[in-house]
Nanobody, 127 residues
Framework: QVQLVESGGGSVQAGASLKLSCSAS????????MGWFRQTAGKEREFVAA????????NYANSVKGRFTISKDNAGNTVYLQMNNLKPEDTSLYYC????????????????????WGQGTQVTVSS
């Protein structure tokens, strides 16, 4: 079955960097787009970034554009989220997710485009 395991979260000061990893198994990873979302208690899950199945196109939320970079290692079945210049408002539980559709032509960005969420990794940024 599909398994997604996130790691790399932590507690950092504002301006610091973190790199999140999501190790995937149970499906043909190279055939599916992957995404990162985040959710804070009491708020809806928020799109952060996504990458096309082929790895040659990406999409970002405006709030992270220019600071976060998503990448996909199809050989290693891992998707990454490099987060630079972190801000206190980035504090959240970060999840990776798998696209519902194989080889989607566009980069998915909606919650409903994804399935099989991981358990999340906590990122806390203090000012």
């Amino acid at each position: 079955q599909v398994q997604l395991v996130e790691s790399g979260g932590g507690s950092v000061q504002a301006g610091a960097s973190l790199k999140l990893s999501c190790s995937a198994s149970g499906f043909p990873f190279s055939q599916f787009a992957m995404g990162w979302f985040r959710q804070t208690a009491g708020k809806e899950r928020e799109f952060v970034a996504a990458i096309k199945w082929s790895g040659d196109a990406t999409n970002y939320a405006n709030s992270v554009k220019g600071r976060f970079t998503i990448s996909k290692d199809n050989a290693g079945n891992t998707v990454y989220l490099q987060m630079n210049n972190l801000k206190p408002e980035d504090t959240s539980l970060y999840y990776c997710a798998k696209d519902r559709q194989r080889r989607r032509s566009m980069v998915p960005t909606r919650n409903g485009d994804f399935q099989s969420w991981g358990q999340g990794t906590q990122v806390t940024v203090s000012s």
